[in-house]
């Protein structure tokens, strides 16, 4: 039974810092993609980042600079450093796994990822 769990978020005001976590279970975790997604209010899901198996990273052109995403697969845990969050950073975010996409990169839809956390907000004022 796999199991993905977001924590981390809140509200933070604009120019601060959060580090969101995901852990993982059921799984075997070293071989998987991994993604962060947000979605806001109005607004279609959207990634953020993503993280292959090898540690290669790629990230949404509005957060590049500011987030890092990162994996630590001794704990199995997913991470998302965000800094200088801005206004539009405001949303649900998700943490997503597979270990069947053809390309795991930022822009790979969230539709093709199997597993799903069930998200933790963030909101930036």
């Known amino acids: 039974h796999v199991q993905l769990v977001e924590s981390g978020g809140g509200s933070v005001r604009a120019g601060g810092s959060l580090r969101l976590s995901c852990a993982a279970s059921?799984?075997?975790?070293?071989?998987?993609?991994m993604g962060w997604f947000r979605e806001a209010p109005g607004k279609e899901r959207e990634g953020v980042a993503a993280i292959d198996s090898d540690g290669i990273t790629s990230y949404a052109d509005s957060v590049k600079g500011r987030f890092t995403i990162t994996r630590d697969s001794a704990k199995n845990t997913l991470y998302l450093q965000m800094n200088n969050l801005k206004d539009e950073d405001t949303g649900t975010y998700y943490c997503?796994?597979?270990?069947?996409?053809?390309?795991?990169?930022?822009?790979?839809?969230?539709?093709?990822?199997?597993?799903w956390g069930q998200g933790t907000q963030v909101t930036v004022s």
């Open positions: 059921g799984l075997t975790y070293s071989s998987y993609c």
């Open positions: 997503a796994a597979d270990s069947k996409l053809f390309l795991c990169f930022v822009g790979t839809s969230g539709y093709e990822y199997k597993f």
